[in-house]
């Protein structure tokens, strides 16, 4: 089951905040948050594991919420560069691959 | 270090052509899988292989064939490629464990295959 995601597509002008939501109807040990552009590869942005972690990366956090098996994708005072599509990835812990959401599209206006 | 590399970059088929992508990282990680990314899709998991001689199979297996003969090489074959596996396919790679750091996957740059 893949996690949902949502919003499905944010617009925003440069220097507002964004939130980016993924729940999961099973277990999770972790969650990955990744972002991709247009025709590239997904980027690796952070990692959160079980425990309610939160963590940051530049103007960049999100936090885990394990018993509401939620993750959350916080886009402070955003710049045109955060543009993109957002995927978060669920993992319970094994060695098989991350399920991901069908994404966030997410456009920064000047 | 290269990091994950994927060949080739682009391919197009005919229906029913047979072809195999070329998956390696110079990481030394144990553990590598394919996915494959559709529009509205998200990515997911095709196979994935734990090590040298072992594949599993994911989310989406029907139609491929893997395999890992070599630590460093992960290799996904279409026999009789359909229209329905136009896609873009990406590999990773992470090491094994569960602490962290060893959780990340490492992308590919991808493949973009169309079957005609």
């Known amino acids: 089951q893949q996690p949902v995601q949502s919003p499905q597509a944010v617009i925003l002008r440069e220097g507002e905040d964004a939130v980016i939501n993924c729940s999961s109807s099973?277990?999770?040990?972790?969650v990955h948050w990744y972002r991709q552009k247009h025709g590239e590869a997904p980027v690796f942005l952070m990692i959160?594991?079980?425990?309610?972690e939160q963590k940051g990366h530049e103007k960049i956090s999100a936090s885990f919420n394990e018993k509401k098996q939620q993750s959350s994708l916080y886009l402070t005072a955003s710049q045109l560069s955060y543009s993109g599509t957002y995927f978060c990835?669920?993992?319970?812990?094994?060695?098989?691959?991350?399920?991901f959401g069908k994404g966030t599209h997410l456009i920064i206006q000047p | 270090n290269a990091g994950v590399t994927q060949t080739p970059k682009f391919r197009v088929l005919k229906t029913g052509q047979s072809m195999t992508l070329l998956c390696a990282q110079d990481?030394?990680?144990?553990?590598m899988y394919w996915y494959r990314q559709d529009p509205g899709m998200g990515l997911r998991l095709i196979h994935y292989?734990?090590?040298?001689?072992?594949?599993a199979k994911g989310e989406v297996p029907d139609g491929y064939n893997v395999s890992r003969l070599k630590k460093q090489n992960f290799l996904l074959g279409l026999e009789s490629a359909a229209p329905s596996q136009t896609s873009v396919y990406f590999c990773?790679?992470?090491?094994?464990?569960?602490?962290?750091?060893?959780?990340?996957?490492?992308f590919g740059p991808g493949t973009r295959l169309t079957v005609t």
């Open positions: 990773a790679s992470r090491a094994p464990g569960i602490g962290g750091a060893r959780l990340q996957q490492y």
């Open positions: 099973k277990a999770l040990y972790s």
């Open positions: 959160l594991l079980k425990g309610g």
């Open positions: 990835g669920a993992s319970g812990g094994g060695a098989d691959g991350l399920t």
């Open positions: 990481m030394n990680h144990e553990y």
């Open positions: 292989s734990v090590g040298e001689g072992t594949t």
